[in-house]
C-alpha cells in the first residue's frame, strides 16, 4: 500500500469509527457489533503503526493512553466554572423562582431547564477548530488541571466534532459536563480490583475523580469512564437558549442527558422533580437531584451572579438516603483553629450505596438538642448525599446502658484548656502549639487547592510533628532528604519525590497560598478576592479594616479575621521563614488586579429607588465593575447613594449625613468614563 493509499483508507476508518462511537454513546442505536467495532480499530492501528507518519492527534487509535505525565499543569478557564446554590425543599425552590420573578419584573411563568443533577466530577473540553485542544477539571473554578491526556481516553470524548446540521462549527468552543461511571460498570470495576487484591472503590463519584487525575493515562484507559455535557464556558454564536444548546452538543456529537425536560413556571419544575425522584434508582447512573437553569441565555445575563453561583440556577437536591445503626462511642476531633467536634462512631451501615462509620455531631448545642447518647440507636443521612450526619435518635430503642457525652475540660490530644468562647458554638483548645491543631494546619496547607504538596499524607504528617521536625508550615521547606528518608515507610525515592513536590509548591499562584495560611473565614473565593484587591501579599498584610471591608464580597468578620492574622508576630515570622526558603507564590496576573483607578474603588454604595434604565441586579453589578461594594444601608461609611425614583427615607439620611448623592443619568454617565 503506498502513502497516499494509506492516507484515504485511514481518512475512511476514522470516519467510520467515529460514526460509530457517535450511534453507540449518543444515540444509544449502535449499527455494527463490538466484534466489527473492534476489528475497524485494529485495521486503523495497523495502518498507524505501518505509517507512523499519518497518525493524527484526534485519532480514535490516542484513547488507550500515553507516557506517564510527572504532574499535571495549571489551566486556567476562560470563564470561571460557578458551583450551584442548593434547594432542599418545595420552599426553598419557590423561593428561588420567587427571586428570579422578582429581579426580572415578570409576572408570568419562566422558561426553566431540569436536566438530572449527575453524581460525577466535572469536565471542561475546549476545542480549537474542532478538535480537542485541551480537558481540565474544575479545581477551584477559576483554575484547573490539564487532564488532556486522560480525557482523551474517554470513548464518549468526541476527539473531532462533527459537522452539524446548519451552520459551522464555532472556531473555539469551550464544553463543560461532568464525567461519571455507570452503575453497572462501577460493579464490574470493583470487582475488577477485587479479584486483583486491591481496595474497592467507595462509590462511583471517587471512583470517576481518581481515574481522571491518574498521571498514566493507561490507567484511565482502562476505567469505564463516561462524560454527559451540558454547558459552556463561551458564547455560542447563534444559540440562545440552554436547550438549543444542549441539541447543538448533541448534534456535534457529544453525549448529553435525554431526561433534559424544558419547563414552563415552577409547577412543571416541580412536576419534573417529582418524575425524576420516583424513577432515582432506576437510573443506569447516580443522580442526587434536579439541576435547575433558566432557559434563555438574554435572561440570565440579566439575572447575573452572587459570590460564586449563578442566579438563574439552582440545584434541588433530592433528600437524603436514610438508615439506622448504633452509635459505639462518641469521639472528639481536633481542628486546625482548635475547634472541637464530636463525632460518632458508627457500627458500619451503607447509606446511599457508601458505607459509613462515622458521622459529625457538630457541637454540643446539636448533641444536646438531638439528644444523642452513646450506646443509642439513630437515623443516619448523607447530608447532600455526601457528608454523614446524625438525623435523629430512635427513641423507642433507647436501653438503660445508653449515656450522656460530657465535653473534655481539657484537650484530648494535649491537655490543653478547652473553653467555649462567648456567641461561639464550638468548644475550643487553647493550646496554640496543640499537635493536633498543627497536623490539621499542615494538611490544610498542602492540600490540592491549596499549595498542592503530592505525597504529604496524613501519616505522614503526624510522623513529623510527633517527632518535632515541623512545628509550623514553614518548616516543611527546610526538611531534607536524609531527614525525609529515614522516616518510617519512606525510602530514599519517596522522600525525593516529596523534595522535588515542595519545590513545585513555591511558586503556586498568590491565591492559593493566602488559602493555604489557613486563615479563619478566608476560603478560596475570598483569597482570590482579597488577591485581585490588593495585588500582593505585603498590600493584604498591611491592609486596614476599612480597606478590606472595602473589597465586595468582604464583609466585617472576614476583614476582622484578616487583620488579627497578619497582625500576629508569630504568623509574620512563619511567613518570612517561607519566604527565605524560597516560596515565591506567583502574583495576579495585571489584569486580574483590581485597579485603584475604576471611578468608585474603595466605595460602600447604596441604591435607592427605581431604575429606569436597567434591573436594580444589572446596576449592582456595574457597581461592582466600577470597583464599588454594594450596600443596603445608609452610616457614615456610604461613599455614595445613587437615588432613582421615589427614593424614599434612605435619600433624607444621606442628606444629613453628608454623603454624595448622584441620579441615574450621573450613575450613567460614571460608567460610561
Known amino acids: ?189 470493583n470487582r475488577r480490583q477485587e479479584e486483583a487484591g486491591e481496595k474497592a472503590f467507595a462509590n462511583p463519584r471517587n471512583a470517576a475523580a481518581g481515574s481522571l487525575r491518574q498521571l498514566d493515562s493507561r490507567i484511565t484507559a482502562g476505567r469505564p469512564l463516561s462524560a454527559c455535557m451540558y454547558a459552556t464556558g463561551l458564547d455560542v454564536p447563534g444559540i440562545e437558549t440552554q436547550e438549543k444548546l444542549l441539541a447543538l452538543l448533541k448534534n456535534l456529537g457529544f ?97 446511599g450505596g457508601v458505607e459509613v462509620s462515622r458521622a459529625t455531631l457538630h457541637n454540643q448545642d446539636e448533641i444536646e438538642r438531638k439528644d444523642v447518647r452513646m450506646g443509642d440507636t439513630v437515623f443516619i443521612q448523607r447530608a447532600g448525599d455526601v457528608i454523614p450526619e446524625v438525623v435523629s435518635v430512635v427513641l423507642e430503642k433507647r436501653t438503660d446502658a445508653a449515656h450522656r457525652f460530657v465535653f473534655p475540660k481539657n484537650c484530648p490530644v494535649c491537655g490543653g484548656l478547652v473553653v467555649r468562647p462567648e456567641g461561639e458554638a464550638a468548644h475550643r483548645c487553647t493550646n496554640m502549639n496543640c499537635p493536633a491543631q498543627l497536623q490539621a494546619r499542615i494538611r490544610h496547607f498542602a492540600q490540592r487547592t491549596a499549595m498542592d504538596i503530592e505525597g504529604l499524607g496524613d501519616k505522614l504528617v503526624a510522623q513529623l510533628v510527633e517527632r518535632e521536625l515541623v512545628k509550623d508550615v514553614a518548616d516543611l521547606y527546610h526538611l531534607d532528604h536524609p531527614t525525609l528518608a529515614g522516616l518510617e515507610r519512606m525510602a530514599d525515592k519517596s522522600a525525593g519525590n516529596l523534595i522535588e513536590a515542595f519545590e513545585r509548591s513555591k511558586t503556586r499562584e498568590l491565591s492559593r497560598f493566602v488559602y493555604a495560611l489557613g486563615i479563619r473565614h478566608v476560603g478560596e473565593h475570598i483569597a482570590v478576592l482579597l488577591v485581585r484587591a490588593f495585588g500582593s501579599l505585603e498590600k493584604i498584610q498591611t491592609a486596614s479594616q476599612d480597606d478590606l471591608e472595602a473589597v465586595a464580597g468582604i464583609g466585617p468578620e472576614v476583614a476582622a479575621s484578616v487583620r488579627d492574622f497578619f497582625g500576629e508576630k508569630k504568623n509574620l515570622e512563619v511567613i518570612a521563614r517561607m519566604h527565605q526558603a524560597g516560596v515565591k507564590p506567583r502574583p495576579p496576573e495585571p489584569e486580574e488586579i483590581e485597579t485603584s483607578e475604576k471611578p468608585l474603588s474603595g466605595k460602600n454604595v447604596v441604591l435607592t429607588g427605581k431604575l429606569t434604565s436597567m434591573p436594580r441586579s444589572k446596576a449592582q453589578a456595574l457597581i461592582k465593575r466600577m470597583g464599588g461594594k454594594v450596600t443596603s444601608s445608609i452610616s457614615k461609611k456610604t461613599g455614595l447613594v445613587i437615588a432613582g425614583d421615589n427614593p424614599g427615607s434612605k435619600l433624607e439620611k444621606a442628606k444629613k449625613l453628608g454623603v454624595r448623592v448622584i441620579d441615574e443619568n450621573e450613575f450613567l454617565s460614571l460608567s460610561a468614563d
Open 1 to 189: 500500500m503506498t502513502p497516499q493509499e494509506a492516507t484515504a483508507r485511514i481518512a475512511t476508518l476514522i470516519e467510520e469509527i467515529n460514526e460509530h462511537a457517535y450511534r453507540y454513546h449518543v444515540l444509544d442505536d449502535p449499527a455494527i457489533s463490538d466484534a466489527a467495532y473492534d476489528q475497524l480499530m485494529r485495521d486503523l492501528e495497523d495502518l498507524e503503526t505501518r505509517f507512523p507518519d499519518l497518525a493524527s492527534d484526534d485519532s480514535p487509535t490516542r484513547r488507550v493512553g500515553g507516557p506517564i505525565l510527572d504532574s499535571f499543569k495549571e489551566y486556567r478557564h476562560p470563564t470561571p466554572m460557578l458551583s450551584l446554590q442548593n434547594a432542599f425543599s418545595e420552599e426553598e425552590f419557590f423561593e428561588f423562582d420567587r427571586r428570579i420573578r422578582q429581579k426580572l419584573d415578570f409576572s408570568s411563568a419562566v422558561v426553566y431547564m431540569a436536566e438530572p443533577k449527575l453524581d460525577g466530577v466535572a469536565l471542561e473540553l475546549v476545542y480549537a477548530a474542532g478538535t480537542l485542544e485541551t480537558a481540565a477539571t474544575r479545581g477551584d473554578g477559576t483554575t484547573g488541571e490539564n487532564v488532556s491526556a486522560n480525557a482523551r481516553t474517554i470513548r464518549s470524548v468526541p476527539l473531532k466534532l462533527r459537522s452539524p446540521a446548519t451552520g459551522s462549527i464555532p472556531e473555539r468552543l469551550a464544553i463543560r459536563g461532568e464525567v461519571i461511571i455507570l452503575k453497572e460498570d462501577f460493579e464490574k470495576l
Open 255 to 351: 453525549s448529553t442527558n435525554p431526561l433534559a425536560r424544558k419547563c414552563t413556571g415552577a409547577d412543571e419544575v416541580l412536576a419534573a422533580y417529582h418524575d425524576l425522584l420516583d424513577r432515582r434508582f432506576d437510573l443506569p447512573y447516580e443522580v442526587d437531584g434536579l439541576v435547575v437553569k433558566v432557559d434563555s441565555y438574554d435572561l440570565q445575563k440579566q439575572l447575573g451572579e452572587i459570590s460564586r453561583s449563578p442566579r438563574w440556577a439552582i440545584a434541588y437536591k433530592f433528600p437524603a438516603v436514610q438508615e439506622t445503626t448504633e452509635v459505639m462511642d462518641i469521639t472528639i476531633q481536633v481542628g486546625r483553629t482548635g475547634a472541637l467536634t464530636p463525632v460518632a462512631r458508627l457500627s458500619p451501615v451503607r447509606v
